[in-house]
Nanobody, 123 residues
Framework: VQLQAYGGGLVQAGGYLRLSCVTSGGTFSRYRMGWFRQAPGKEREFVAAIQRSSETTYYADSVKGRFTISRDNAKNTVYLEMNSVKPEDTAVYYC?????????????????WGHGTHVTVSS
């Protein structure tokens, strides 16, 4: 399974950005999908996750109410809408796919990773 994330860039604080992650080489609807991020000098951390048919979503406390994860199984794509962004949201954002039974907020729960897309929020 290959994952390609895109949509990152430079945005002002308070602004909006939408990240997309397109998958190929597998049956997208079978995977639980997640977004993680890694800021300079920090560990990679969980941002959001979504169940296979979008029935349940999970968010890190730091983004709850501002970010929205969604997916389009027909397009093999998962999205991360980022509203009211803050400078502390600056990071490389990674999408990941999990074939496990239970959805996870931990990196170890994901089997496939894409290359990251950079998000920089200016103050």
């Amino acid at each position: 399974v290959q994952l390609q994330a895109y949509g990152g860039g430079l945005v002002q604080a308070g602004g909006y950005l939408r990240l997309s992650c397109v998958t190929s080489g597998g049956t997208f609807s079978r995977y639980r999908m997640g977004w993680f991020r890694q800021a300079p000098g920090k560990e990679r951390e969980f941002v959001a996750a979504i169940q296979r048919s979008s029935e349940t979503t999970y968010y890190a406390d730091s983004v709850k109410g501002r970010f929205t994860i969604s997916r389009d199984n027909a397009k093999n794509t998962v999205y991360l809408e980022m509203n009211s962004v803050k400078p502390e949201d600056t990071a490389v954002y990674y999408c990941a796919a999990s074939s496990r039974i239970l959805i996870s907020i931990d990196r170890s729960g994901y089997d496939y990773w894409g290359h990251g897309t950079h998000v920089t929020v200016s103050s």
